[in-house]
């Protein structure tokens, strides 16, 4: 079974929507993801962080894939205790609290 995964953009860390869309679907084909789909963030989002974490639960994916870590939007560590994070710079283990 494939593990299951999410990209998410924030889209006002994005320029090139296309061009990290391409990139979030080549870390599908590298990693062998079974794509649950896309995570938008817009600025106004509320409570972007808890969004994030609570796709994840729901969707049961044991992974966020995104074009760098910059999409985090500084909750790296905050995300890592739910999924793994991947990025073509690099993977943050999912982690314990």
């Excluded at 929507?17 to 599908?28: G, H, M, P, S, Y």
């Amino acid at each position: 079974m494939q593990p299951k995964a999410i990209g998410l953009l924030r889209l006002d860390t994005t320029d090139d929507r296309k061009r990290d869309e391409q990139v979030i679907a080549d870390l599908v084909s590298k990693g062998g993801y079974d794509f649950a789909g896309l995570l938008t963030i817009k600025p106004d989002t509320y409570m972007p962080t808890t969004l994030v974490v609570e796709t994840v639960h729901k969707l049961g994916a044991t992974a966020i894939l995104t074009p760098d870590f910059d999409h985090f939007g500084g909750a790296v560590r905050a995300v890592s205790l739910a999924c793994e994070l991947v990025t073509p710079y690099g993977t943050v283990p999912r982690s314990e609290p």
